[in-house]
């Protein structure tokens, strides 16, 4: 059994920043891809960034060269940095990782940007 806790969430005045984490516990034997998710309010779920295990990025064009997503395979942990934050990034985020070849998925965390 794994899990994948996420952290970081708040609220943020527009131009400010933000940090998430994203933590993998359990019985883990491999950890692939990494990466996150955001819905916002009555839209679909949609794809951010993610990280291959050789720490290959992708971005989002909404969201690239403001965030910035990383991992500490050492702790099984993942974080995105959110800078430049915009109203319309406004969402919960959740974070995904494939562990022992299994897709899984946080419980999600709330970011809010507003003034």
């Known amino acids: 059994q794994v899990q994948l806790v996420e952290s970081g969430g708040g609220l943020v005045q527009p131009g400010g920043s933000l940090r998430l984490s994203c933590a993998a516990s359990?019985?883990?034997?491999?950890?692939?891809?990494m990466g996150w998710y955001r819905q916002a309010p009555g839209k679909q779920r949609e794809w951010v960034t993610d990280?291959?295990?050789?720490?290959?990025?992708r971005y989002a064009d909404s969201v690239k060269g403001r965030f910035t997503i990383s991992r500490d395979n050492a702790k099984n942990t993942a974080y995105l940095q959110m800078n430049s934050l915009k109203p319309e990034d406004t969402a919960v985020y959740y974070c995904n990782a494939v562990i022992n070849r299994v897709e899984n998925w946080g419980q999600g965390t709330q970011v809010t940007v507003s003034s």
């Open positions: 359990g019985t883990i034997f491999s950890i692939d891809a």
């Open positions: 990280i291959t295990s050789g720490s290959y990025k």
